[in-house]
């Protein structure tokens, strides 16, 4: 329900509630403000809504009167199974929706409303069309919609409102005059039926009322507040700069003690109050009431806004509400006491991973001011970084360690005796390992790390997680695996420790990458699908992990040559990239969806989402290993565009005689693809003649260092060397020391189909009797039918309806129409049974059918199976 405000939404709905039979139905209202704008309150308050309607109270949930603690990780999904077990509809109102914009409760609700049982329903009243894909469930018959036309009164109903409802008696034509004025807001009949009480001439007053909407309600509310007696008058204007009003809070901030019996006055006759809990203990202000009387206080009292605000700011500190500290210290313009207070909420936002309200409380202090306080300067910093800008981080860090080397101890009573304060020094230190990192410096890396490390205490588990994970990325950038392995897995478990859950999740990447280094991509998956239920079990802030996730079992499944699977996990990804905020790896979507593209045939396509994977990266947190530009390189090679390639190699300023390290490793192998096509394009032995000693210096860091992954493609390309030189018997022996020494040779399919055909002249001439050509023939078939794969979708007609379904959807249909159960489905597919309930959901609404058999029939008569 859209409309501006005061148009009766929440009326409206509250008499559809009421004029409805009941028929065992249970109903969850919640009313939003201001204060609600932030992801893990708002869930902690439907979870509180929910559970009081179905029964069974969330053990995470509070009172609106406490502040809720932000355990967003399990409400999702426990919500979800509850509603599941609810008996009878359940509705779930949420009033005042455009009052929350903060991106996260849009993506959550998109995930909550995707996932929904069939007899739960969601009512959104906003002032503004949510961030939601409207237009997708529109499409799919899945939305409702009531807006501003279907709401405005005619005639006959401000006829019926005036006379009956407010007991006014009006002739005709004065109400077809006020509802012209008016255009049928409802909010405007309200108050001037309000304003005409007692009044004798009431066609003279609503001949006067002319002008926009914002005059009638300046000029209407005046007369309303005009006939008030002065302390009802005060009590209003100076109440209003609260977007949640309790007796206690109001005698704070207004003086007095009389708050919570003016709050019952003020329901009583109407005055646009509206109860946000069943006790009548918190209260709000109509919106629209609200801003009028913050605009006539304003106007009237400028001097007196700053001082309200400070007094609300502390009754709201005292009582531990430390964000609404914060929101009426800037109100204030109270700029150090914002920073005391912001430095008091950075713990639990860290824990909470709610760094975009940090950002936009900084946005609103002077840079001398965060700059003056080094937990605000730090962090402030490191968004910096985050958003690429690595040059003013370093300066940031100097702030805070000079402000802490004059003040020991921290004893500056201007900042927040917190934890982040005594722990400080460490988290610099860390962050320092960073900028190292960014910078290529892994010497520096590794000292800052190691000083990380010693100036955190035991219990300090984030800075100690931290510390531990930039040692081993500093291992696995020079190719130990092993000590890199051993120390990333203590940096995970002190993450686990500190709570963190978000970056324990996010880190199954980092371990999954080392482990594929290693050559177990099997390890690799059952980390991927691990992290993956329990990220989706948690749901929340956890979501933002998801698609990190299924990027990474994309990579799997492209790799050992199911690239219908690698797209589907890719597609899953963006959907959750809809729905929480991709990570600082967000590149290696369009690098995954780039090698999809090109082993299908789109070779522009692929290098388009090359282009914007370089846009994408951000240095700084892990080691470049695979760097975009030698990817990009290798896309070059496989299309014949070896000019490009070329000049990639010369401005890299990569050759055959550089010194061998795993940073490089990539690059080095990527010239050896270039130097071997440029071969067979121009055939000169002498310009390979450095080739097979580089390929002996890396097969010989590799082996020595346990990268049995790398091994396989080093040795690869070491049989394409021996072929372009013409011997044959060596370049069989090294192609069959390629799969033969690797621990699960299976797993590496299109390392060997992306050469093309070279690779396959090799594999053909490999395809011999008995166990030494089982595997040459595994990938000959596979090759096979990739190509065919690839005709079928340049040249077939594919039918209306199997255009709405994606190729994972496609693929979760043909299994529906077999004898597997549901998590048999999700083990075939390496998903978890939510994620395949949401495919399942998706293919139930654009086939138009309810059940599993209905979907498999309808997909037969429309040839999709």
């Not at 004029?19 to 932030?38: F, I």
């Not at 799919?140 to 009531?146: P, S």
């Not at 610099?428 to 290529?440: C, E, M, P, T």
């Not at 210096?697 to 390309?717: F, K, N, P, Q, Y």
Request: proline share 5%.
């Amino acid at each position: 329900m859209s409309a501006p405000a005061g148009f009766g939404k929440s009326t409206l709905l509250a008499e559809w509630l009421a004029g409805t039979p009941d028929d065992g139905r249970s109903v969850a209202w919640l009313s939003l403000d201001a204060a609600d704008n932030d992801a893990a309150t708002f869930w902690s308050y439907v979870a509180t809504a929910l559970h009081g309607a179905i029964g069974g109270p969330h053990p995470g949930a509070q009172a609106p009167t406490t502040s809720p603690p932000v355990p967003i990780d399990l409400m999702l999904t426990t919500l979800l199974n509850d509603l599941d077990a609810a008996a009878g509809d359940v509705w779930l109102v949420l009033d005042d929706f455009h009052l929350v914009d903060d991106p996260q409760v849009s993506r959550d609700l998109t995930v909550l409303l995707t996932h929904l049982p069939p007899h739960v329903h969601v009512v959104l009243s906003t002032r503004a069309d949510p961030d939601l894909p409207l237009a997708r469930w529109r499409v799919r018959g899945d939305l409702v919609e009531i807006r501003a036309a279907d709401l405005r009164f005619t005639v006959d109903e401000a006829a019926e409102y005036l006379t009956e409802v407010t007991g006014l008696h009006l002739t005709a034509g004065d109400v077809a005059a006020l509802e012209d004025r008016t255009e049928g807001w409802i909010a405007a009949l309200q108050l001037a039926a309000l304003s005409m009480q007692g009044r004798d001439d009431v066609s003279g007053l609503i001949a006067r009322f002319t002008g926009t909407d914002r005059y009638l309600v300046d000029y209407l509310v005046e007369e309303v507040l005009a006939h008030q007696p002065g302390p009802v008058r005060d009590f209003l204007l100076r109440s209003a700069v609260l977007d949640r009003l309790t007796g206690p809070l109001c005698d704070a901030v207004v003086g007095g003690g009389d708050g919570r019996d003016m709050l019952t006055t003020l329901e009583r006759a109407n005055l646009f109050l509206v109860p946000l809990d069943d006790r009548r203990e918190w209260f709000r202000y109509h919106h629209l009431f609200a801003d009028v009387l913050r605009a006539r206080l304003l106007a009237e009292q400028p001097e007196l806004v700053p001082l309200l605000h400070q007094r609300a700011s502390r009754w709201y500190e005292a009582h531990d509400f430390i964000d609404e500290a914060v929101r009426h210290a800037l109100a204030a313009r109270d700029v150090e006491r914002a920073a005391f207070l912001m430095e008091l909420a950075v713990p639990a936002i860290r824990r909470d991973r709610r760094e975009a309200t940090l950002l936009t409380w900084l946005a609103e202090l002077p840079d001398d001011v965060v700059r003056r306080s080094p937990v605000l300067g730090v962090f402030s910093g490191y968004m910096l970084m985050a958003a690429g800008d690595l040059d003013a981080f370093g300066p940031r860090l100097d702030d805070a360690e000079r402000l802490l080397a004059a003040a020991p101890g921290g004893s500056d009573p201007r900042w927040a005796q917190t934890d982040e304060l005594r722990t400080l020094p460490a988290t610099i230190a860390v962050y320092r390992a960073s900028l190292a990192q960014a910078h290529g410096d892994l010497a520096g890396t590794a000292d800052h790390a190691r000083r990380a490390l010693a100036l955190a205490g035991p219990d300090d588990h984030l800075a100690r997680g931290g510390a531990a994970g930039f040692l081993a990325l500093v291992a696995w950038a020079q190719g130990d695996v092993s000590s890199a392995l051993e120390t990333f897995t203590q940096a995970v478990a002190s993450l686990h420790a500190s709570d963190n859950l978000v970056d324990e999740l996010t880190s199954t990447v980092v371990l999954a990458d080392m482990w594929l280094a290693a050559g177990r991509p099997s390890t690799a998956r059952r980390l991927y699908l691990r992290a993956l239920q329990v990220g989706e079990a948690h749901g929340g802030r956890a979501l933002r992990a998801l698609p990190d996730l299924h990027v990474g079992l994309s990579e799997l499944e492209y790799e050992r040559g199911d690239l219908a699977a690698a797209r589907g996990h890719l597609e899953s990804a963006k959907a959750l990239g809809e729905s929480a905020a991709m990570t600082e790896r967000r590149h290696r979507w369009f690098v995954a969806m780039a090698r999809v593209a090109g082993a299908e045939g789109e070779q522009q396509r692929a290098i388009a989402l090359l282009d914007t994977a370089e846009q994408l990266y951000r240095p700084g947190f892990f080691p470049d290993l695979r760097p975009v530009a030698a990817v990009r390189a290798r896309a070059w090679i496989a299309q014949g565009r070896l000019s490009e390639a070329t000049v990639w190699a010369r401005e890299r300023g990569v050759s055959c005689t550089d010194e061998v390290t795993y940073l490089r490793e990539f690059d080095h192998l990527t010239l050896v693809r270039l130097l071997l096509a440029r071969h067979r394009e121009h055939p000169d032995a002498d310009a390979l003649g450095e080739v097979p000693q580089l390929l002996a210096r890396l097969h010989d860091a590799a082996d020595d260092s346990g990268r049995a992954g790398g091994l396989v493609e080093i040795r690869m390309l070491t049989a394409l060397a021996h072929e372009s030189r013409g011997d044959r018997v060596q370049a069989l022996q090294s192609l069959r020391q390629s799969w033969d020494g690797a621990p699960e040779p299976a797993a590496y399919a299109r390392l060997f189909l992306d050469e093309g055909e070279p690779v396959r002249r090799l594999l053909r001439a490999a395809d011999t009797p008995g166990v030494a050509g089982e595997h040459a023939r595994h990938l000959l078939s596979l090759g096979t039918a990739s190509d065919d794969e690839t005709r079928e979708s340049r040249t077939s007609v594919i039918p209306p309806s199997a255009e709405r379904l994606s190729e994972r959807e496609l693929q979760v249909l043909r299994l529906l129409d077999s004898e597997l159960t549901g998590p048999q489905i999700a083990r075939e597919l390496f998903v978890t049974l939510n994620t395949l309930r949401s495919h399942t959901k998706h293919i139930f609404t654009k086939l138009e059918v309810t059940t599993r058999r209905a979907a498999v029939s309808r997909a037969r008569e429309r040839g999709l199976t």
